[in-house]
């Protein structure tokens, strides 16, 4: 089945309003890391969190991970019509070889 | 400095056809991933290139795919006989010491 299911798959919220995007995960990790799509192409690294660590913050952004549900959140505090875009969670498995498995991504929407 | 770039931006090609996508990674970068994304999904990984190791392609979906890499620099994803399933962007990654990846822009194939 599937690493890393975002939830939920779409969100639209007022400009100024909080997102939070959850990712949950089903084996044992080194890391986890959020990236921001827009329009499809390039993916932007925003934040990598450790297992071995529980919130990171930077920026308008707080990550939490929590490795006893294996899940994880993205809060992007005060958003902006600029945060329009897809976040996926990316897990690092353990003895995952190193690459990286995504989610299937939130679509957030800001609206003024 | 300069980040990933990918070439070409975009390929329309017939199917049957034989294409080549060419990935420039951020110098210094040992590793270089390949990931493929359909349409409104997440991202699927492809091969996983780690300095002279043996690459992982445990991702590449049949054996008209296959990637080359010479040293750590340039790779080629190479798609023969195209389908009109190999539809995607094709995404190429490469990532530092810190293990962050960076995307490039992606290449967006149509097959016709």
């Known amino acids: 089945s599937q690493q890393g299911e975002e939830d939920p798959q779409a969100l639209s919220i007022q400009e100024g309003e909080n997102a939070t995007m959850n990712c949950s995960y089903k084996?044992?990790?080194?890391?986890l890391q959020w990236y921001r799509q827009n329009s499809g192409r390039g993916l932007v690294h925003l934040i990598l969190?450790?297992?071995?660590?529980r919130e990171k913050h930077s920026g308008r952004l707080r990550v939490t991970l929590d490795t006893s549900k294996k899940s994880s959140s993205l809060l992007i505090t005060a958003s902006r019509a600029a945060d329009t875009a897809s976040y996926f969670c990316a897990t690092d498995l353990t003895g995952g070889g190193n690459k990286l498995t995504f989610g299937t991504g939130t679509q957030l929407k800001v609206e003024l | 400095g300069a980040g990933v770039s990918q070439s070409p931006s975009n390929k329309v090609t017939e199917k049957g056809k034989d294409v080549e996508l060419r990935c420039d990674p951020i110098?210094?970068?040992?590793?270089l991933y390949w990931y493929r994304q359909r349409l409104g999904q997440g991202l699927e990984f492809l091969i996983y290139?780690?300095?002279?190791?043996?690459?992982?392609k445990s991702g590449l979906p049949s054996d008209r795919f296959s990637a080359e890499r010479t040293g750590e620099s340039v790779s080629t994803l190479t798609i023969q006989r195209t389908q009109q399933e190999d539809s995607a962007v094709y995404l190429c990654a490469s990532r530092d010491r810190a293990s962050y990846s960076y995307f490039g822009p992606g290449t967006r194939l149509l097959v016709l």
């Open positions: 969190i450790r297992s071995n660590e």
């Open positions: 110098s210094g970068h040992t590793a």
């Open positions: 290139f780690q300095g002279n190791s043996a690459p992982d």
């Open positions: 084996t044992s990790i080194n890391n």
